[in-house]
């Protein structure tokens, strides 16, 4: 079903409506940890979701030794992330249940709308870009004086919204969020990864990202 056609204005109320929503994959199923997951995008209204749907999809730790389904660990990870007051998609419904198809996820969340990703920022002049650097370097000191890691920081997962010359930022992609055993490597970690995969800064604007991650770094733990 194309994304564009509505489907009335009726929000599913439940896990089974959810899962049977009609919808454009937008990422489609894929074997991964024994199961499988996929992303799918459904207007309801005026209104653009994205249902990331899993079967046997299972994240293995000390605390979950027999599996927990990774969108339910992205689902605690936005909660988290809201409340350090960064902006990340709004979740609408999370569910999951065992049944005889294994253990099957829904994560549903509201598009960020007005948002594009970092590595889609091309064509900025140089004051913009120096703001650009700045203001994601802040969002990450935030994210990592909290001792959280990102752990896949590329261009396409960091989004910008301009509001006149500021920009907002928020992040997704949240399913492999974790707290490293040493806090040190998470900020260490999601800079060298989003360097590597980023190409619109320059040196010196990178300096800038890094200086404001730093700056925000001393701010916080001096409060």
């Known amino acids: 079903m194309n994304a564009n056609k509505r489907i009335?204005?009726?929000?599913?109320?439940?896990?089974d409506e959810w899962w049977n929503a009609p919808g454009e994959w937008?990422?489609?199923?894929n074997q991964r940890r024994n199961g499988w997951s996929g992303m799918m995008r459904l207007r309801i209204g005026a209104r653009l979701y994205?249902?990331?749907?899993?079967?046997?999809?299972?994240?293995?730790?000390?605390?979950?030794?027999?599996?927990?389904?990774?969108a339910s660990r992205e689902y605690q990870n936005i909660l988290t992330l809201k409340?350090?007051?960064?902006?990340?998609?709004?979740?609408?419904?999370h569910g999951?249940?065992?049944n005889a198809?294994?253990?099957?996820?829904?994560?549903?969340?509201?598009?960020?709308?007005?948002f594009s990703a970092l590595s889609d920022q091309t064509g900025l002049d140089?004051?913009?870009?120096?703001?650009l650097a700045r203001e994601v370097g802040r969002i990450l000191g935030i994210l990592h004086n909290a001792h959280?890691?990102?752990s896949c920081l590329y261009g396409k997962h960091v989004m910008a919204r301009w509001q006149d010359a500021m920009p907002e930022i928020a992040l997704i992609d949240l399913e492999k969020l974790r707290r490293p055993v040493l806090p040190w490597r998470a900020a260490r970690h999601d800079l060298d990864q989003l360097k590597r995969h980023q190409f619109i800064w320059s040196e010196s604007e990178w300096d800038l990202l890094e200086q404001s991650h730093r700056h925000d770094l001393r701010k916080e733990q001096e409060r």
């Open 8 to 15: 009335g204005n009726s929000v599913p109320a439940d896990f």
């Open 26 to 29: 937008v990422e489609e199923p």
């Open 50 to 70: 994205y249902i990331k749907k899993q079967c046997n999809h299972l994240f293995r730790s000390l605390r979950h030794p027999f599996g927990w389904p990774t």
């Open 83 to 93: 409340a350090l007051g960064l902006i990340v998609p709004e979740p609408v419904f």
């Open 96 to 98: 999951a249940r065992r």
């Open 101 to 114: 198809n294994g253990f099957e996820a829904l994560l549903v969340t509201e598009e960020l709308s007005g």
């Open 126 to 131: 140089l004051p913009a870009r120096e703001t």
């Open 148 to 150: 959280l890691q990102h």
